[in-house]
């Protein structure tokens, strides 16, 4: 619900559609309306004021609209702000990039003010609630309000007929009012002012030869406005000279139809048109979709995150203590393994189908503490011994070099660590042979390096794309993503993870750096 206190910030650096913004928003009862030419004009004007609503368009000089959106979602204080993008844009990895940042909504090129008003409205009804700044919001002068009608789902496209003469208005009106919406004007005057409202025609057919104000001049008049500037004109006019047809392409008419008026031409043409403002707004709805879309992933990832991820590192901490009870037989405590091991594979999961997506599309932000790697390690290792008993094979972990040394820490996630070494090590021994060996050692150095070696050289056709989405080889029901996730868990952790292949030794070594943590934690 739009209120008298709500404060709206609007930016755009095309002065007139400021203006045309600013008159929408106060014939919707705002009163409070700061406007700023490009986003830094627009950055002060939020850091110094009460800001409750942005609407900023995307192309600008000096900082776009999607750095502007970056800025107030980097901010702790503007984060929650809702910023409505304005756009002509169609390139989907660029609203792709804008919805990944956390865009309320986008509203595409043209619009009308009832098409404003619905996306204010849902931009302000899922904001998160929060404390508004003490920062006083600097007035402008009150308007009286006006109720703005919503316009519904569903509704007919609007063709506006334009022509002094009232016969040729009931023809062609008569032509489409089965089709579309027609509203029809007598006058140069009466059609600007229709274009020029809160809901412009998707279509104008005008005539050339009126009094008063000609076609030519309506047209010129329509191309100056930011409300009907995109409106497209098709001229339907007695003259058919070569000049006149020239003069009414070059101020944007899409067509010209020369009377007296054939139904069986102008017809098809129209639906012709017709047909493009049906994609424009199909354009606006898959803008809507998708931001659904986001929104429901959002609150997937809300639920795997709170209630699933933070439960099971729980019972993964629990299980841990419980094998280092005195009391617990080997059986008992091999057994304890297999329950963390499951627990590991789904914490794992979670963290591929949630955070991964946070890292691919630049979202994630590294809460980096403490974590006691070599434990770590030695409870993987020691998990898939049990798991590949079958094959035999020998799995070592060489940290001999620390004793008597400080124990290192990583500067990382600790869920992310299992994850990562928990795919390296599992790739590790499901690559090797039978009978042989797998290594892993912790090397001592800044940043540290845990290093795994395994028997069995990576295939030559897709070393190259070794730590690529989906790249697999000789691994029946493999997803391709266990090496994709190990090395993007590495980097969002300040790390690395490179590969080397002897094909001599016929063998592969995995590297991961991770940043140390260099205070000293007590154990």
Not at 240 to 253: V, W
């Amino acid at each position: 619900m739009i209120t008298k206190q709500m404060v709206f910030l609007v930016v755009d650096d095309f002065e007139p559609m400021r203006k045309v913004t600013a008159g929408q928003l106060r014939a919707m009862g705002a009163t409070i309306i700061l406007t700023a030419a490009h986003g830094m004009e627009a950055m002060n004007l939020l850091r110094n004021h009460r800001v409750d609503i942005v609407l900023s368009d995307w192309n600008m000089p000096v900082m776009t609209g999607l750095e502007l959106l970056k800025l107030v979602r980097a901010d702790k204080k503007l984060s929650r702000i809702p910023f409505i993008m304005i756009t002509a844009e169609a390139e989907r990895h660029r609203v792709d990039e804008a919805i990944a940042w956390g865009v309320s909504d986008l509203l595409v090129k043209p619009y009308t003010a009832n098409n404003l008003s619905v996306h204010i409205e849902k931009a302000l009804s899922i904001r998160p609630k929060q404390a508004v700044s003490d920062l006083p919001a600097q007035p402008v002068k009150d308007t009286p309000a006006c109720v703005v009608e919503v316009a519904k789902p569903g509704t007919r496209p609007t063709i506006l007929v334009v022509d002094d003469t009232p016969d040729n208005l009931m023809l062609i009106s008569n032509l489409f009012k089965d089709e579309y919406r027609v509203r029809i004007a007598h006058n140069g005057l009466k059609a600007l002012s229709i274009c020029q409202s809160n809901n412009p025609p998707d279509l104008v057919l005008l005539d050339i030869m009126m009094p008063g104000m000609d076609g030519l001049e309506v047209a010129h008049r329509m191309r100056a406005h930011p409300v009907s500037e995109s409106i497209p004109v098709i001229f339907v006019t007695a003259m058919d000279s070569e000049e006149a047809r020239l003069k009414g392409m070059a101020l944007g008419a899409v067509d010209f139809v020369t009377k007296p008026v054939d139904p069986d031409r102008l017809k098809p043409r129209v639906r012709n048109f017709m047909h493009f403002v049906e994609l424009h707004k199909q354009l606006q709805i898959n803008y809507d979709a998708m931001l659904e879309l986001a929104r429901l992933r959002e609150d997937v990832e809300h639920i795997t995150r709170h209630d699933m991820r933070e439960p099971l590192a729980a019972v993964i901490g629990l299980l841990q203590a419980m094998e280092k009870e005195d009391s617990m037989s080997n059986k008992q405590i091999a057994r304890l393994r297999v329950i963390e091991e499951t627990a590991l594979q789904a914490l794992n999961m979670i963290n591929m189908s949630t955070e991964l997506f946070k890292i691919e599309t630049g979202r994630f932000k590294l809460n980096a503490q403490p974590v006691k790697i070599t434990g770590l390690l030695h409870r993987i290792v020691d998990i898939f011994r049990a798991t590949f008993a079958g094959k035999r094979l020998s799995i070592a972990i060489d940290t001999d070099q620390l004793l008597g040394e400080e124990i290192p820490r990583v500067l990382g996630d600790a869920m992310f660590c299992y994850s990562l070494f928990q795919n390296l090590i599992k790739n590790a021994c499901e690559a090797s042979p039978e009978n042989s060996r797998v290594t892993v050692t912790l090397n001592n150095v800044t940043p540290l390096e845990i290093v795994i070696v395994n028997k069995g050289a990576v295939p030559l056709e897709i070393r190259e794309h070794f730590f690529d989405k989906f790249i697999t080889s000789g691994k029946q029901g493999g997803t391709g993503l266990g090496t994709y996730s190990a090395r993007l868990l590495s980097e969002a952790q300040n790390g690395s993870l490179t590969l080397q292949v002897s094909d001599p030794e016929n063998s592969t070594t995995l590297t991961v750096t991770l940043p140390r943590y260099t205070e000293k934690i007590p154990d």
